[in-house]
C-alpha cells in the first residue's frame, strides 16, 4: 500500500526534525505519533535504542475516562500521563519531537499537558 502524499510530506518534516533532535540518556526525546482515532507519546533514549516510558489513547486508564482518543482532550489526558510516568522513571527534561506535526491541535495540547504535570522542554 503506497503513502498518501500527506503522508509523504509529514514523514519528510519528521525526518528533517529528526536530524537535529536526539535523545540522551540526560535529555532523552519524547516523541508523539498521532492517527485519526489516537494518539501515542513514548519518551525514548536514542544512544541506547530504548524507549522509557510510553502512554497512548487506547490505554485502560485514559480510554476509559474518555468519549474518543482522537481529539484534544485525549491528547491533554496522554500528556499528562507520559509526564506523571516520566517523573516516577527520574526523568525530568526531554526534547520534543513534534513528528512532522504542525505544533498545533492535538500535538500542542500533549505538549502543554506534559509541561504542566513538570516535564520540562
Given at each position: 500500500m503506497s503513502q498518501s502524499k500527506r503522508e509523504q510530506d509529514r514523514e519528510r518534516r519528521h525526518q528533517r526534525v529528526r536530524r537535529r533532535v536526539y535523545g540522551t540518556p540526560a535529555r532523552p526525546r519524547l516523541n508523539v505519533f498521532r492517527s485519526?482515532?489516537?494518539?501515542?507519546a513514548q519518551?525514548?533514549?536514542d544512544t541506547a535504542g530504548r524507549t522509557l516510558v510510553s502512554a497512548s489513547s487506547q490505554e485502560e486508564a485514559v480510554s476509559g475516562t474518555l468519549k474518543t482518543g482522537g481529539n484534544v482532550q485525549a491528547a491533554a489526558a496522554v500528556g499528562r500521563l507520559i509526564a506523571e510516568r516520566a517523573l516516577s522513571a527520574k526523568l525530568t527534561a526531554v526534547v520534543?519531537?513534534?513528528g512532522g506535526y504542525r505544533?498545533?491541535?492535538r500535538v500542542k495540547a500533549?505538549?502543554?499537558a506534559s509541561r504542566e504535570r513538570g516535564l520540562r522542554f
Open positions: 485519526t482515532a489516537h494518539i501515542y519518551v525514548i533514549d520534543f519531537d513534534r505544533y498545533h491541535g500533549l505538549a502543554e
